[in-house]
């Protein structure tokens, strides 16, 4: 039985793809309301509570009664107790230390300097040290131990240094999170484009599905907008950068499941570690990276804690891209975008999916309540750069005015293109 902790994001994405497979699973968690009704018929799914740590989990797994063949982490924040769990089951695992590095961020950042990974410049700043900032501006001010671009931010000066400091420091709930260290991590901004490096490490070793291009909102946020999925071959960058993946997995001893690298590529050409996870990438990348190079991240990841060997076959010469419609208006959302019809009749348009109800009140400061749609593409790097690139500057959420009760354009629903 494949035991998935706490799938959230892609980790839901991975339960549906093992119970689709036929793969026996135990789903411990705490958001049960948040799985598709297909997994919750055709798995086990168990209360479990983060406070209950890793004894709870192995009551779950003793009262459910079936062998465990294999464990994964289903979010970011269960990691550690993900890999303790399946260290005490005798069962595929990353280590102790290795969990905490790719975790806690000033943890990864010690790691980077011990085994000569770049990584910039850096400072821990707890609540009780907080003074003037440690490093010229600009630097970016992000928690050690959040995901998703919750509270990270660009500061250019230091009023606006103070401000991202206190909300990193500041007391009160983080989603999902069931208990954030309120430390900061303070560190120099590094120019330069983003990709993240996805793919996964079984007893064959480290192999890279994709060097994935991303799009991020404008300073001072780090909102992601788009990302397009590629085989390392097919990508200017590739060699440069799958070589790095690699050095970066051994660095962190990362010997078994999926690996999620973020890196930049700094003004002198070398690439520069911003953080490195254990876990499979959200934001619909397994989407992109099995519709664009071919490889189904979910089944490599359910493959290899298991300690099977995952066969992806030849990468596909392939990119998909997805580009997210965002607000830069707050509203209520009049459920139509201005601009989208000149992408929907490309040739390499793939799909228009909703994410916003007509009348929802969008927050163009909350990453949560920002998007409205995305718009999937399929084909050439290069023409699919271009595409989402235009979608960001070009599509605009259109608002409803005080007291409106309709449109006359239709309201938006989702669409697919038609393949060639």
Known sequence: MLIVVQPLSAGVRLAAHAVRAGIPCLIPTQFPELLPPEVTAGATVVDWHPELGVPGLLR?????GARPTGVVAGFEYVVPESAELARALGLPALGAEAAEAVRQKDVMRRRCAERDIAFPRSVPVAPESAGPCPLPFPVVVKPVDCGGSLMVSLCRDAEEYERALAAVHRPGEVKFHPSPRRVALVEEYVEGPEFSLDGWVDG????????????????????????IATAPARSPHGALLEEFARRVVEAFDLTVG???????????????????????????????????????LCAAAADAARGVRHEPGPLSPVSAGLAFVTTDRPGPFAGTLSGAEPFLRAEEFRGLVPEAEPGTVLDPADIFSNRVARLHFEGDLDRVERLVASVLTEVEVDIAAAGATGTQRPVLKEKEGVRA
Not at 60 to 64: F, G, L, M, Q
């Open 60 to 64: 779950r797994v003793e009262e459910s």
């Open 204 to 227: 064959a070793g480290p192999h890279v599905a994709s060097v994935t291009t991303k799009f991020l909102s404008d300073p001072p946020d780090f909102f992601e907008t788009g990302h």
């Open 258 to 296: 999926p690996f999620h690298i973020e890196t930049r590529i700094d003004r002198d050409g070398r690439p520069v570690l911003i953080e490195v996870g254990a876990r499979l990438a959200g934001d619909c990348i397994p989407e992109l990276v099995l519709a664009g190079p071919g490889v189904d």
